[in-house]
């Protein structure tokens, strides 16, 4: 590792009005308040988001530390930063890169700031650390990790079935995930702006074509999911999951009518799968739901109660909280109640 020079004071990082509001809006989005601390107890593979996480929240973090621990910082930042400029993944994401390079070019780091690794070194550097971000963060997804799984299918196409696990359901479930996100033109599942990053139209049918390939290959489910976290907290991830199954349902029945797609069951079958678990896990939540997103969902959870009945050996079943196992019945029962004519 290269050796890193820290001089006596830092100089202050100015920023364009623009520039400082896409820092602060990355900040509130991706920035980790305990990054330093998990930079130190962190793997090869995970340190150097870290530590651009570390400096692009707190531009005065090498200061603080010992000179090893900043040299060590600077390098790792400096490399992860390098690579998000030369990928350029969303607007947020350029602005802290920017501020890294230029906050260790302030506190005398100048050296790794002017010789950089080499650009693959680099973008394989970034790669690792946002593929464990991915791993650790899943079924949830930002912009980066979403970005990061959908190319992945892109370029994988049928090979993502030849995947080990358990990346292989990283990559389907993040791409799942970011589709959604692109058409709906969100940056994340809070909505909170825009989607720089969003694929286009054929991309977005690459990944369901990519979708469909695994799921013939492999017979597995993508969306399948633990809902851990207790009932409240599980019905709310099986109502994400729900509405970006329901979001790619149409926009792919779109597709198939303007002849640009084959028609396929697979966000049909997540949308029932996760209805008959929002019904299951937590019923009232359909009733703070707009009508016909409730109806929508209670004829999903019907559809697959009436799936189990038929074959109850066949069917893949929600993975639900340890030690629950909802009476089918009764679900069926709770969502009759939120449709129409129902006595």
């Not at 963060?137 to 030849?162: I, K």
């Not at 479930?173 to 940056?187: N, P, W």
């Not at 851990?228 to 349902?249: E, I, T």
């Amino acid at each position: 590792m290269p050796a890193a020079r820290r001089s006596r004071g830092r100089k202050v990082v100015c920023l364009d009005e623009e520039q400082a509001r896409l820092l602060r809006q990355w900040r509130v989005g991706y920035a980790d308040p305990d990054a330093l601390q998990l930079w130190r107890g962190s793997e090869a593979a995970e340190a150097a988001a870290y530590a651009f996480s570390a400096v692009a929240q707190d531009g005065g973090v090498l200061g603080r530390v010992e000179p090893a621990e900043a040299a060590t910082i600077a390098v790792q930042a400096q490399a992860f930063a390098n690579a998000l400029l030369v990928r350029h993944i969303g607007d947020g994401w350029w602005a802290a890169a920017q501020f890294v390079v230029a906050t260790l070019a302030g506190a005398g780091f100048a050296e790794e700031a002017a010789t950089p690794e080499p650009v693959a070194v680099a973008a394989e550097r970034e790669m690792r650390g946002l593929w464990q971000m991915a791993r650790r963060s899943y079924p949830q997804f930002d912009e980066a990790t979403g970005r990061l799984a959908a190319d992945a299918a892109l370029r994988l196409g049928a090979g993502l079935a030849e995947v080990r696990r358990p990346w292989d359901r990283v990559i389907a479930l993040g791409a799942i995930r970011f589709a959604a996100d692109s058409v709906r033109g969100v940056t994340s599942v809070r909505g909170v702006k825009r989607l720089p990053s969003a694929l286009r139209d054929p991309e977005v049918l690459g990944v369901i074509e990519a979708i469909r390939g695994y799921v013939a290959a492999t017979g597995a489910s993508p969306t399948l999911v633990r809902y851990a976290g207790g009932r409240a907290v599980g019905a709310q991830l099986a109502l994400g999951l729900a509405r970006d199954a329901m979001v790619l349902d149409e926009h792919l029945r779109d597709a198939v009518a303007a002849g640009k797609a084959a028609p396929s069951a697979i966000f049909r079958q997540a949308i029932n799968l996760h209805g008959f678990a929002i019904v299951a896990l937590h019923r009232a939540l359909l009733l703070r739901l707009p009508i016909e997103e409730a109806r929508q969902i209670a004829r999903a959870a019907l559809a697959f109660a009436a799936s189990l009945a038929a074959d109850p050996d066949g069917a893949v079943m929600p993975l639900f909280p340890e030690g629950m196992s909802p009476v089918i019945a009764n679900v069926a029962r709770d969502a009759r109640a939120c449709l129409p004519g129902h006595r």
